[in-house]
Structure formats: structure tokens, C-alpha cells
């Protein structure tokens, strides 16, 4: 399975970016979704989840400004970014989460797309 994440870049404090990731593996194979980060210096941090059925969950801290969805059809996650800090700049991962239909689970990371926040 691969995920090609995008999306990333350079933007201003208070701006906003979408990130976006597709997974290769068949959609209904592809359980939950989830973005994590990690800046320089920093373990990689976990983000926001979201399930086949469209459940979310957040880390507390991204909750008012981060909004994770996922197209089905598309089998792509998407991570909408707001009201963005240069605390939030660093290397943006996709995951995934596969179930086949013998129970098989499997775990993906992307490649990973750098968000930089300028002041």
C-alpha cells in the first residue's frame, strides 16, 4: 500500500492549508485514516483519526482548528488546517490502517509533506 500525501508548504501565521493523502489499498479494506506530525527535535505526534464510517477523533490540543475528513469513493484523508502558528510547522505524515477480509490488519505510514509557519 502506498500514500502520496500532499498539500504542504510555506504560509503565513493565521493562514490556513488543506492536506490531503490517497491510499492505495482498496477502500473498504481501509479502516481508519489518521494524520500525525513531528517537528524538528520533537517525537512524532498524533493528530486526528478517522474511522470508515466517518467517527473522528482529535488530540485535544487540535481540535479547534484542525478538521480531519475522507472521502470513501477516493480513498483519501484529508487534514483541513486553520488559524495556523509557527509552532505547527513540521513534517505532516498520513497513516492508514488496513483490515482485510481474512482480519489481516495492517499499518502504513506516508511519506510525509512539510508545513512551514512563518511568523
Known amino acids: 500500500v502506498q500514500l502520496q500525501a500532499s498539500g504542504g508548504g510555506l504560509v503565513q501565521a493565521g493562514g490556513s492549508l488543506r492536506l490531503s493523502c490517497a491510499a492505495s489499498?482498496?477502500?473498504?479494506?481501509?479502516?481508519?485514516m489518521a494524520w500525525y506530525r513531528q517537528a524538528p527535535g520533537n517525537k512524532r505526534e498524533w493528530l486526528a483519526s478517522?474511522?470508515?464510517?466517518?467517527?473522528?477523533s482529535y488530540a485535544d490540543s487540535m481540535k479547534d482548528r484542525f478538521t480531519i475528513s475522507r472521502d470513501n469513493d477516493k480513498n483519501t484523508v484529508y487534514l483541513q488546517m486553520s488559524h495556523l502558528k509557527p509552532e505547527d510547522t513540521a513534517v505532516y505524515y498520513c497513516?492508514?490502517?488496513?483490515?482485510?477480509?481474512?482480519?489481516?490488519?495492517?499499518?502504513?505510514w506516508g511519506q510525509g509533506t512539510l508545513v512551514t509557519v512563518s511568523s
Open positions: 497513516w492508514v490502517q488496513t483490515v482485510n477480509l481474512g482480519g489481516t490488519v495492517d499499518t502504513y
Open positions: 478517522v474511522t470508515f464510517g466517518g467517527d473522528t
Open positions: 489499498s482498496r477502500s473498504y479494506d481501509t479502516a481508519t
